[in-house]
Each structure stands twice: as C-alpha cells, then as structure tokens.
Nanobody, 115 residues
Framework: QVQVVESGGGLVQPGGSLRLSCAASGTIFGGYAWYRQAPEKQREWVAGIIRVGVTNYADSVKGRFSISRDNAKNTVYLQMNSLKPEDTAVYYC???????????WGQGTQVTVSS
C-alpha cells in the first residue's frame, strides 16, 4: 500500500523558518514535488526534485525554499526560510512512482505565517 505523509507544518512569524517532511512508502518513487493551496486559491506548484537530485522552484520561492531528498529513507524535505504571510497555505507532497509515473498525494500540512 502506497502512503505519502507530510509533517512539519505550523505557525511561524514572518522571517522565520520551517522544514516540512514527506515520508513516502510502498513503492519506488522517481520524483517528488511540493504544492500549496491558500484559501480560495488554486493549488500551485512550489518545488520539485527528481531521483538524481535536480531541483526546480517556483519564482515566488526561489532563493528562500530548498527541496532535498533522502532516497534511502524515501523522504523529501522542504526547507522554508524567510517566510512571508503570503506563504500561508496547506502544503501538499506529490510523489511520482518511478516505473508507472502514477502520482500520489499526501493529506497536506498547514503552514501559517503570521505575527
């Protein structure tokens, strides 16, 4: 059974940092991505990483967020620095199966940036 579970969200002041984790299990994953959805907005792509470690970022988070992965643990991380109120959203992990490219989603973790 494939599972994708995020953790690490919470409340942080503007300028602060958080690290999100996404633990995936049940198959071999080729790539991961983080998405986020703010209230009354569409879900948007934030960052992605493929198995060999190549990363990409949305312009809105470039230079502030960093995605990384531990292949041995099937875990991907999102280090978020210099957080802004507009980063407030539910953050979702997307894991893409290596062979079939089927995508799996976690349940989401809330990040709130507020003073």
């Amino acid at each position: 059974q494939v599972q994708v579970v995020e953790s690490g969200g919470g409340l942080v002041q503007p300028g602060g940092s958080l690290r999100l984790s996404c633990a995936a299990s049940g198959t071999i994953f080729g790539g991961y991505a983080w998405y986020r959805q703010a209230p009354e907005k569409q879900r948007e792509w934030v960052a992605g990483i493929i198995r060999v470690g190549v990363t990409n970022y949305a312009d809105s988070v470039k230079g502030r967020f960093s995605i990384s992965r531990d292949n041995a643990k099937n875990t991907v991380y999102l280090q978020m620095n210099s957080l802004k109120p507009e980063d407030t959203a539910v953050y979702y992990c997307n894991a893409r199966e290596l062979v079939t490219t089927r995508e799996y989603w976690g349940q989401g973790t809330q990040v709130t940036v507020s003073s």
